[in-house]
């Protein structure tokens, strides 16, 4: 047990460590009437993105990706970052879970 | 009417099949009903709590307050996971799947138990709670809908659950104990796994972060089959390196420990 715990901890500090690592792209995306606000983002590959989703609806949404390996809710108007990449060139798409009929977009990495 | 069954189906299937793990793999633990209740009311009240903060936690952390909270639970859970699998193996009898009497005065595994419950609750807990509110808020639908919907998806997501449980404990036979303390640890493996994927995810943890390989062709990640093969086994479908490590590392440590205990148990008795 003492051992598991030592490597965990180890394996927090070490990625505590890293965090100033290298700058990262910052893109916004806004949430409203269920929809995201632009629906299509283009990015950079090899790079870090950081997304900041503003939710103006006043419901929650789930910021969901099977793509980007990201879910992350967000609680009716207010903001959030959610953190990916380096990616390769590719289409990656994402939704809001709570309302995916109209939630849809992709980030397009080239 | 309709998603809300859907989301509330899915997300307590999820915490019935961890519950079903728990529960068969800490048979004939004294007071454990009282662990499990605990564990429940606790969950429930925890997620009450993190549905009317999230948006705290949100702004937390450069934004990355969800992540390392949800990091940390996941790492809690496992841990607490391991401990009660290596405590059962060290305490119960193999052959009356019995605890001692003697043992039962430790508070432990009742303690880690009511946590497990509790987190896997809280987990899934705060995201129904959220998803329900939103569609109150909205009108979007009728509270008689809500209502069914919810009781609808409880019932399926309980009744499978249950059917798991059962079929687990008929197919396992007189081998129950030792097939789900197995399930049980490679759900904490795959729990250390996903809390390391937080980290990541909140961009504090850099090393071995490109993908390993990717299974979608043969399982795609959000489809019904994987999300329970993601419960079960820490299933992902691109996975980094640093998370295969984890998961390893996991299993050879908590496998090696348990059956050290376990000789330790034999050379007492003999």
């Not at chain 2, 309709?2 to 899915?10: D, G, L, M, N």
């Not at chain 2, 099949?17 to 605990?38: D, Q």
């Not at chain 2, 449980?165 to 729990?191: D, E, N, P």
Request: proline fraction near 2%; hydrophobic fraction near 50%.
């Amino acid at each position: 047990m003492r051992l598991l715990a030592g490597f965990i901890t180890f394996l927090i500090t070490f990625g505590a460590s890293y965090t100033t690592w290298s700058g990262s792209y910052t893109y916004n995306v806004t949430i409203k009437n269920h929809q995201f606000e632009p629906a299509e983002l283009l990015v950079p590959t090899d790079k870090r993105i950081k997304l900041t989703i503003h939710n103006l609806d006043s419901t929650a949404e789930e910021f969901e990706s099977d793509d980007l390996r990201r879910e992350k809710i967000i609680a009716g108007n207010s903001s959030t970052v959610v953190s990916f990449g380096p990616l390769s060139a590719g289409t990656y798409n994402f939704f809001g879970e709570f309302h995916p009929d109209t939630a849809q977009g992709k980030v397009v990495a080239q | 009417m309709f998603p809300i069954s859907v989301i509330i189906f899915r997300e307590v299937l999820e915490i019935a099949l961890i519950l079903a793990a728990v529960i068969s793999s800490t048979e004939g633990l004294a007071k454990r009903n009282i662990a499990i209740i605990t564990g429940c009311i606790t969950g429930a009240a925890a997620s009450s709590i993190l549905a009317l903060t999230i948006h705290k936690l949100n702004t937390a952390f450069d934004g990355m307050g969800q992540e390392y909270f949800l990091a940390t639970i996941l790492f809690t859970a496992s841990i607490m996971m391991a401990w009660t699998v290596l405590w059962m193996r060290r305490h119960a009898s193999t052959l009356k799947g019995k605890i001692h009497q003697a043992a039962t005065h430790s508070p432990l595994p009742l303690i880690t138990l009511s946590v497990i419950i509790a987190i896997a609750i809280l987990r899934e807990g705060f995201e129904i709670i959220l998803f329900t509110y939103g569609h109150i808020q909205t009108n979007a639908i009728s509270w008689i809908d809500i209502i069914t919907g919810s009781i609808m998806g409880l019932t399926a997501g309980s009744l499978l659950g249950y059917t798991w449980y059962r079929g687990m404990i008929t197919f396992a036979g007189r081998h129950v104990f030792t097939i789900t303390s197995i399930l049980l640890v490679f759900m904490a493996a795959g729990m250390a796994s996903q809390g390391l994927h937080m980290l990541i995810a909140a961009d504090s943890f850099h090393l071995f972060t490109a993908p390993l390989w990717d299974s979608t062709w043969l399982l795609k990640d959000g489809s019904m089959v994987a999300k329970m093969a993601k419960s079960l086994f820490g299933y992902q479908a691109r996975p980094t390196l640093a998370e295969v490590l984890m998961y390893a590392i996991f299993l050879i440590v908590v496998f090696t420990l348990s059956w050290r205990k376990h000789t330790i148990l034999k050379q007492h008795t003999a």
